[in-house]
């Protein structure tokens, strides 16, 4: 089984930071790209940031320049730092990864249960 675990969520107010981190347990071969995706009530889950295995990176217009998502592939944990944050970054942040559990099976989305994010003052 593998699990994937979202931490550092909070309450924050207007202009301030916070950090995500979600790490990666279980039954896993390989890990490939990661991710971020945030979900606002009535809206649909939309992608925040992705993270390749080499590295490469790639973020939502909303987030560019105020959102850092990086990974630590030996300890499978992926990070989202979120400075700068607007009431319009509130919503449930999910990690989301790529894992191929034994070798000889299939690559397969894994997902996190969520941390809620809200920005408020």
């Known amino acids: 089984q593998v699990q994937l675990v979202e931490s550092g969520g909070g309450l924050v107010q207007p202009g301030g930071s916070l950090r995500l981190s979600c790490a990666a347990s279980g039954s896993i071969f390989s890990i490939y790209a990661m991710g971020w995706f945030r979900q606002a009530p009535g809206k649909q889950r939309e992608l925040v940031a992705t993270i390749t295995k080499l590295g490469y990176t790639n973020y939502a217009d909303s987030v560019k320049g105020r959102f850092t998502i990086s990974r630590d592939n030996a300890n499978n944990t992926v990070y989202l730092q979120m400075n700068s944050l607007k009431p319009e970054d509130t919503g449930v942040y999910y990690c989301?990864?790529?894992?191929?559990?034994?070798?000889?099976?299939?690559?397969?989305?894994?997902w996190g249960q969520g941390t809620q994010v809200t920005v408020s003052s």
């Open positions: 989301e990864g790529d894992i191929q559990p034994k070798r000889w099976l299939p690559v397969s989305d894994y």
